[in-house]
């Protein structure tokens, strides 16, 4: 009997033990900076709504919705615009998408993204985004010789 009972109980530390290991950690959560500048040649504002998403090769991922605020004015021509988006920590980020909706347009000059260590990354737009269709560009599989 003392044998089954301490079989019992070695059998439920291992498990207790082993999934305390196993078990996966909290995510982690990091903050990053994105500067947005808008071109000069640009609608003088702009109403229309302004998403952003980002990541990693990792498939970590930021998605910021409606980046947008009429009341501040954000996305004026000739502005810079700073946010601070909490997300999944990643490594260096190597995509960026823009996402418009509306009908008064909207010219990015360049989106900077400040990653979690402080490192930055610069994606050069430069052009009028289309309407409802995610834009941008994705360095994740770029090979360097």
């Not at 530390?13 to 000069?40: E, H, L, R, W």
């Not at 990693?56 to 409606?66: I, L, N, W």
Request: aromatic fraction near 16%; include cysteine; hydrophobic fraction near 30%.
């Amino acid at each position: 009997m003392v044998n089954l009972l301490a079989s019992f109980l070695s059998i439920v530390f291992c498990f207790t033990f082993s999934k305390a290991i196993s078990a996966d950690p909290v995510p982690n959560s990091c903050s990053y900076t994105v500067i947005t500048k808008t071109s000069c040649s640009s609608s003088s504002q702009t109403r229309d709504k302004i998403s952003l998403a980002f990541g990693d090769t990792y498939g970590h991922e930021v998605y910021a919705p409606r980046l947008d605020d009429p009341r501040s004015k954000t996305f004026e021509k000739c502005s810079t615009d700073t946010f601070q988006i909490q997300g999944p920590c990643m490594y260096d980020i190597c995509y960026v998408y823009l996402l418009r909706l509306g009908s008064d347009g909207w010219k990015p000059e360049s989106v900077k993204l400040y990653g979690a260590d402080g490192k930055a990354t610069t994606y050069y737009f430069n052009k009028f985004l289309p309407n409802g269709v995610w834009f941008g560009y994705n360095n994740c599989n770029k090979s360097f010789s």
